[in-house]
């Protein structure tokens, strides 16, 4: 089964940099897309970023040119730079495969954007 491991959380201010990374364990291949979601406080999760494995990304309007995607097949890890970051960037991030209903959700790791 696998897992998703998230870390690279934590508080910043508005206008700073975080770096997040996602490890997958146990047996994954590399030819799914994968990505990055994430979930605010009251509202339900939603879709970042995503990856496929010949490096092809996309994202949601609300993150373009603040925030990057990318993997290393090789390490079988997603990274998401994110830039720039608002209060309203502040969430729980997770990563998972880029398909209609992904499963075996990991713990996610926090964002918090505040003064």
């Known amino acids: 089964q696998v897992q998703f491991v998230e870390s690279g959380g934590g508080l910043v201010q508005p206008g700073g940099s975080l770096r997040l990374s996602c490890a997958a364990s146990?047996?994954?291949?590399?030819?799914?897309?994968r990505g990055w979601y994430r979930q605010a406080p009251g509202k339900q999760r939603e879709l970042v970023a995503c990856?496929?494995?010949?490096?092809?990304?996309t994202s949601v309007e609300s993150v373009k040119g603040r925030f990057t995607i990318s993997r290393d097949n090789a390490r079988n890890t997603v990274y998401l730079q994110m830039n720039n970051l608002r209060p309203e960037d502040t969430a729980i991030y997770y990563c998972?495969?880029?398909?209609?209903?992904?499963?075996?959700w990991g713990q996610g790791t926090q964002v918090t954007v505040s003064s």
């Open positions: 998972n495969l880029c398909v209609s209903q992904p499963r075996n």
């Open positions: 146990g047996s994954i291949s590399t030819i799914y897309a």
């Open positions: 990856i496929t494995s010949g490096g092809t990304s």
